[in-house]
């Protein structure tokens, strides 16, 4: 079975400051790893996804991700914040195909 | 190139009544699914279809039912609603459902039942 942790649901960064949201997995399988970012009033949409290969993943806005299998882990980090920034993050698994199990989300806030 | 739309954005249903949620995408994926968002509780999978005339239940499939006529439309249907399915539903689609595929969602209903 497939599980999702994302440790803290709300982050507050400073405009300037690192970024960094945290995600544990569980997976009886090789998982696919994936973030997804959700701006206020709108769908997810895909920020960096880990399949295979390079355990770094680099995504869109400067965000990106480390995968650490000794760790189940899968961390988003961005390393200067922007208020732009401000909106949901999804951390989610894929163990197989046509089901993805997502986390319960990290809010980001972003002061000036 | 519209990408995922739903209609409509907002709904409020009394308790008991029916409705459908309504979904298309343009970008002939074969794989359409639906979502459900709860604070807290991230996004669940309440049903999917890998191709037109072919779905299957989800994580919560219970009080929603699914038909798939079309590549292009995946409809959701509320039978009987009832207060625990105010949630906010996305549908999502993606070219062939494969675990390493990337989503792509539409903007969502809000759905209130009183």
């Known amino acids: 079975a497939q599980s999702v942790t994302q440790l803290g649901s709300h982050v507050s960064v400073s405009e300037g400051a690192l970024v960094l949201l945290r995600c544990n997995y569980s997976?009886?399988?090789?998982?696919?790893l994936f973030w997804y970012v959700q701006y206020p009033n709108q769908g997810l949409q895909l920020l960096l996804k880990?399949?295979?290969?390079?355990?770094l993943v680099k995504g869109i806005n400067g965000f990106e991700a480390e995968f650490k299998k000794s760790e189940t882990s899968f961390h988003l980090t961005k390393p200067s914040a922007h208020m732009s920034d401000a909106a949901e993050y999804f951390c989610a698994v894929s163990e197989n195909d046509y089901k993805l199990s997502f986390g319960a989300g990290t809010t980001v806030t972003v002061r000036a | 190139n519209a990408g995922v739309t739903q209609t409509p954005k907002f709904q409020v249903l009394k308790t008991g009544q029916s409705m459908t949620l309504q979904c298309a995408q343009d970008?002939?994926?074969?794989?359409m699914s639906w979502y459900r968002q709860d604070p807290g509780m991230g996004l669940r999978l309440i049903h999917y279809?890998?191709?037109?005339?072919?779905?299957d239940q989800g994580e919560v499939p219970n009080g929603y039912n699914v038909s798939r006529s079309t590549t292009e439309d995946f409809p959701l249907r509320l039978l009987s609603a009832a207060p625990s399915q105010t949630s906010v539903y996305f549908c999502a689609s993606s070219y062939t459902g494969d675990r390493a595929s990337e989503q792509y969602f539409g903007p969502g209903t809000r759905l209130t039942v009183t």
């Open positions: 279809s890998v191709g037109a005339g072919i779905t």
């Open positions: 970008m002939n994926h074969e794989y």
């Open positions: 880990y399949t295979t290969g390079a355990t």
């Open positions: 997976s009886s399988v090789p998982p696919y």
